[in-house]
């Protein structure tokens, strides 16, 4: 088995990473980190920090001699560095979003059909055990055609969570303060593209505005708790799905309903499907409603049941590494991970019309690119507050209150 030598930019989220990408046959040979304690605490997970090259400077980084390179930094900032190792035949894996502007989908595209090298979105929610049941089961063709389907990321957050707020909003200016709530949309989206092959053509979206609670301490700009996103699928089927949700209770649910019967997890139910048929379409030898955990059948069934996000982090690299070794076609290829991030993008853009209409564009066709070549406009400002060109809210003068932002500033403080 061929050693892909592998480079992690961003320690947070990436550091997650290091004993699968080594039990997967990779090694790691640079970091990227500005945070000199993560830096330490990944080389001694690492266990061989000799052979690792540490940057701070994602530019020096990006030229480092390697085989792949995985995008672990800011959610919106990942486009320009995987454009830049396709330009040099170094495979790409992305985390989260692909890209934070349509122009910079256009480029991606562009960039990873000129290279040699892969180009994979790390998306991991399509990879839980049951939303890879609900694949097996719609692939085998006994519930027939998708019609609807419906996607939920739910991840409220409580008010005296300072370790989450220290975690992942530890500055003013970080990005999460102005994501919008369709933004994080792919762990609500891509199971259901993953399970039923549909691609979307058209959004319309509308906010669910409720700020968060005065007890709340936050820097958030964001004032809404989800986005509603209806889309319009190139087979006529439609999705319902949210972005990054801040309602109900924490969990993610699917379900997808077909013309003869649907299938979902359960919420609450630990992983447990619910398969049903219509009276008239039960398939010989099953019963109409089934209710059972499913198992993962896999040679590597120990070590995905030890990895992250219900084994997806696991499937997540071994994916990769093996159309790196093999040259196959990854399952989130750069037109799966562009246009996610076209939906993304074009649903706020429905919030802030009032829910109208928008066009997903197909970047196979580069009369689709031209359209988006040069469209820039981001929600998110650089650290001086600058370089927004779209508000983040759908209602642009939000702002949280003086004493929530007080109150914000004494948690960061513990930093």
């Known amino acids: ?126 990879y839980m055990k049951f ?17 609807f389907a419906e996607g939920e990321y739910c991840h409220p957050v409580g008010p005296e969570d300072d370790n989450f707020t220290l975690t992942y909003r530890p500055y003013e200016m970080h990005w999460r303060h102005f994501l919008p709530r369709s933004y994080y949309i792919t762990h609500s989206l891509a199971p259901l593209m993953h399970i039923t092959g549909a691609i979307p053509k058209r959004v319309t979206a509308f906010p669910v505005y409720a700020p968060l609670e005065e007890e709340y301490p936050t820097g958030t700009r964001v004032g809404d708790r989800a986005a509603v996103i209806t889309c319009l699928n190139d087979d006529d089927s439609v999705f319902r799905v949210t972005g990054c949700a801040a309602w109900g209770a924490h969990g993610n649910s699917y379900r997808v309903c077909c013309t003869k019967g649907q299938i979902e997890n359960i919420r609450g139910g630990d992983g447990k499907v619910m398969l049903r048929y219509n009276d008239w379409d039960v398939p010989e030898g099953m019963e109409k409603v089934n209710y059972y955990m499913p198992e993962w059948n896999d040679p ?61 564009p197909d970047f196979h066709l580069e009369e689709d690119r031209v359209k988006f070549e040069n469209d820039y406009d981001t929600p998110f400002p650089d650290l001086d507050g600058n370089g927004a060109t779209v508000p983040c809210c759908s209602r642009p003068d939000y702002l949280p209150s003086e004493s929530q932002l007080e109150r914000y500033r004494k948690v960061i403080s513990k930093a």
């Open 1 to 126: 088995m061929k050693t892909i030598r592998i480079g992690i930019f961003g320690l947070g989220r990436g550091a997650s990473f290091i004993n699968i990408i080594k039990s997967c046959g990779g090694e790691i040979v640079a970091v990227c980190e500005k945070d000199e304690k993560r830096t330490k605490k990944a080389l001694d997970k690492i266990g061989s920090p000799e052979g690792v090259t540490c940057y701070t400077d994602p530019d020096q980084f990006i030229e480092h001699d390697m085989d792949a390179v995985f995008l672990a930094n800011f959610f919106h900032e990942h486009a320009k560095y995987a454009i830049r190792a396709l330009e040099r035949g170094v495979h790409v894996l992305s985390e989260c979003i692909s890209n934070g502007t349509m122009a910079e989908g256009v480029a991606l595209v562009r960039a990873a059909e000129k290279s040699s090298a892969i180009y994979m979105l790390a998306e991991n929610y399509p």
């Open 131 to 147: 939303n890879k049941e609900m694949k097996r089961v719609y692939s085998g063709g006994t519930l027939g055609k998708a019609l």
């Open 300 to 360: 590597d069934a120990e070590k995905i049941a030890q990895s992250g996000h219900g084994g997806g982090d696991y499937l997540v690299i071994r994916n990769f590494f093996n159309c790196i070794r093999t040259g196959e076609k990854t399952d989130f290829d750069v037109y799966f991970a562009t246009t996610t991030a076209s939906v993304a993008i074009q649903a706020h853009r429905s919030v802030m019309s009032g829910g109208m209409p928008m066009d997903i």
